[in-house]
T-cell receptor
């Protein structure tokens, strides 16, 4: 099956802990993204990677860091989570990075910070 | 920076009636790419349609939209709503970057559509 896969589906943690989310795409795409969808359903880009190079780094807190081993994988690490980090984190991929290509989204990881 | 405005947060309409969701945008880029993404309950967003050609109608799955650069608009329409159209609809603008490639999408706040029988 060709798609965007994310693990875990859900994660509940305490303030101050470190978490990591995984994303893998089997679509053969060159660019991957991390988006944050908050409780009001606002969808905002956090990072994008093209062939392992970070090409967009929005003004997210420094505790967030993307990690990529190859163009099919893009993980997200959050050091010392805060309550405002509670959200759904969506991974996406596209064939290229011109912004004209369709972005394919994974199912998301729902993070709850207590 | 770029911005996208969707004026309706919630839309409730009766099955069979027409749908129109508003989308306007602001960008310094003269050739923007505009998208509509749809997110059904407990699913992830997926592309509904896209356009970069001024004044050309784009259609997909019964929905259509026309990019009007003169008014910076990309409204989504459908002639007859179905129950299955109930979903969250996002208008999005592509940022092609300045002097390079970025591929960033700027999303509007979304319009939640509920179709009732």
């Amino acid at each position: 099956e060709t798609a965007v896969f994310q693990t875990p589906n859900y994660h509940v943690t305490q303030v101050g802990n470190e978490v990591s989310f995984n994303c893998k795409q089997t679509l053969g795409h060159d660019t991957m993204y991390w988006y944050k969808q908050d409780s009001k359903k606002l969808l905002k880009i956090m990072f994008s990677y093209n062939n392992k190079q970070l090409i967009v780094n929005e003004t997210v807190p420094r505790r967030f860091s993307p990690q990529s081993s190859d163009k099919a994988h893009l993980n997200l690490r959050i050091k010392s989570v805060e309550p405002e980090d509670s959200a759904v984190y969506l991974c996406a991929s596209s064939l290229g990075d011109w912004g004209t290509y369709e972005q394919y989204f994974g199912p998301g990881t729902r993070l709850t910070v207590l | 920076g770029d911005s996208v405005t969707q004026t309706e947060g919630l839309v409730t309409l009766t099955e069979g009636l027409p749908v129109m969701l508003n989308c306007t945008y602001q960008t310094i880029y003269s050739n923007p790419f505009l998208f509509w993404y749809v997110q059904h309950l407990n699913e992830s967003p997926r592309l509904l349609l896209k356009s970069f050609t001024d004044n050309k109608r784009t259609e997909h799955q019964g929905f259509h939209a026309t990019l009007h650069k003169s008014s910076s608009s990309f409204h989504l329409q459908k002639s007859s709503a179905q129950l299955s159209d109930s979903a969250l609809y996002y208008c999005a603008l592509s940022d092609r970057g300045t002097g390079g490639l970025s591929g960033k999408l700027t999303f509007g706040e979304g319009t939640q559509v509920t179709v009732i029988s």
